[in-house]
C-alpha cells in the first residue's frame, strides 16, 4: 500500500508562476529520496490554486522525505504573505487491487 498526499495551495495573482518553480524545487529534492515513487505540479484551470500530488512508499518514507526537503529548500515550503489563504493538505492511503 503507498501513501499519498494532494495538496493545494493559494498565492496570490501576481505569485502563481513563482509558486509554481518553488514547488518545482521541491520535487527535485523529493526525486532524489529512494523511497519516491512521483510528484506532480498542478495549476487550476481558473489559475487561481497551484495543486502538487505526490506518493510514497510508506507514511514513514514521506515524513523522511519531506524532513530532506525542510534541510534543502526550507524556504520553497514555509507558508507566507505571497498567498491568500492556509494550504490544504490531504495525506491518502492507496486502495489498489
Given at each position: 500500500?503507498?501513501?499519498?498526499?494532494?495538496?493545494?495551495?493559494?498565492?496570490?495573482?501576481?505569485?502563481?508562476?513563482?509558486?509554481?518553480?518553488?514547488?518545482?524545487?521541491?520535487?527535485?529534492?523529493?526525486?532524489?529520496?529512494?523511497v519516491f515513487?512521483?510528484?506532480?505540479?498542478?495549476?487550476?484551470?481558473e489559475g487561481?490554486?497551484?495543486?502538487?500530488?505526490?506518493?510514497?512508499?510508506?507514511?514513514?518514507?514521506?515524513?523522511?522525505?519531506?524532513?530532506?526537503?525542510?534541510?534543502?529548500?526550507?524556504?520553497?515550503?514555509?507558508?507566507?504573505?505571497?498567498?491568500?489563504?492556509?494550504?490544504?493538505?490531504?495525506?491518502?492511503?492507496?486502495?489498489?487491487?
Amino acid at each position: 500500500m503507498s501513501f499519498g498526499f494532494v495538496a493545494y495551495h493559494y498565492p496570490k495573482a501576481e505569485y502563481v508562476e513563482e509558486f509554481v518553480g518553488r514547488c518545482h524545487r521541491v520535487r527535485e529534492v523529493l526525486t532524489r529520496q529512494p523511497v519516491f515513487l512521483r510528484a506532480e505540479v498542478w495549476v487550476t484551470a481558473e489559475g487561481d490554486a497551484v495543486v502538487t500530488t505526490g506518493e510514497f512508499e510508506s507514511p514513514q518514507a514521506f515524513q523522511g522525505a519531506f524532513a530532506a526537503v525542510a534541510d534543502e529548500c526550507a524556504e520553497a515550503v514555509v507558508f507566507d504573505e505571497r498567498e491568500v489563504k492556509p494550504r490544504q493538505v490531504h495525506t491518502l492511503l492507496s486502495r489498489q487491487q
